[in-house]
């Protein structure tokens, strides 16, 4: 079974560029998770969405992130303009919802970020 | 949001010790999830504690889930370098969301 695909692997780019980092989850999911990863700050959650519905965006850091879910199958995330700051791995992970047990969160091997 | 504080955040240890790995909160979750990083890739999960004062096993790995539910450890037995990585203890808050602890990193050196 395919895991859940994220591209690009890297992307390096100049400060003030428009980023899009792309996520394909595993066919049957309905929850899609975007986290980022540094080394002072760890793993965090970003936004969660729910049926391609967005649940809990509190952890986007300001509105030059944003994320959309248009279909079942696919998600974005946006970076507007990028910053040096935003440096990190991204990582998609993907669950499905089941009653009396706790699922997994199934991740993507991440985009490693780099803002010059 | 809940935290949750991971002890130790580096260590080191030869091929055949013995180590444990903390986790802990000052906040219930309803359940936690153990999940081992490796370089270049996501995390993958371990397991998961449900109830308070769970055991589980997982070959050389045993988990234990707090009593009260805010702590747990990984207690890993002759420890072999396929071990090393970085180990993540999340908590379950609601549904589906998950918070991360800064992780463990672990080297076992041959």
């Known amino acids: 079974d395919a895991g859940v695909i994220q591209s690009p692997r890297h992307e390096v780019t100049e400060m003030g560029q428009e980023v899009t980092l792309r996520c394909k989850p595993i066919?049957?999911?309905?929850?899609l998770f975007w986290y980022r990863q540094t080394m002072m700050r760890g793993l965090e959650l970003l936004i969660y969405?729910?049926?391609?519905?967005?649940?809990?965006d509190s952890g986007m850091p300001e509105d030059r992130f944003s994320a959309k879910m248009p279909n079942a199958s696919f998600s974005t995330l946006k970076i507007q303009p990028s910053e040096p700051r935003d440096s990190a791995v991204y990582f998609c992970?993907?669950?499905?919802?089941?009653?009396?047990?706790?699922?997994?969160?199934?991740f993507g091997d991440g985009t490693r970020l780099s803002i010059l | 949001t809940q935290l949750l504080e991971q002890s130790p955040q580096f260590l080191s240890i030869q091929e055949g010790e013995n180590l444990t790995v903390y986790c802990n909160s000052s906040s219930v979750f309803s359940s936690l999830q153990w999940y081992r990083q490796e370089p270049g890739e996501g995390p993958v999960l371990l397991v998961t504690?449900?109830?308070?004062?769970e055991v589980k096993k997982l070959k050389r790995l045993t988990f234990q889930f707090g009593d009260a539910r805010k702590d747990s450890s990984l207690h890993i037995t002759a420890a072999q370098p396929g071990d090393t990585g970085l180990y993540l203890c999340a908590g379950v808050e609601g549904a589906q969301k998950l918070v991360f602890g800064q992780g463990t990193r672990l080297t076992i050196n041959p």
């Open positions: 504690v449900v109830t308070g004062g």
């Open positions: 066919s049957g999911h309905d929850y």
């Open positions: 992970a993907s669950s499905r919802t089941e009653p009396y047990s706790n699922q997994p969160q199934h």
């Open positions: 969405f729910n049926n391609n519905v967005p649940i809990d």
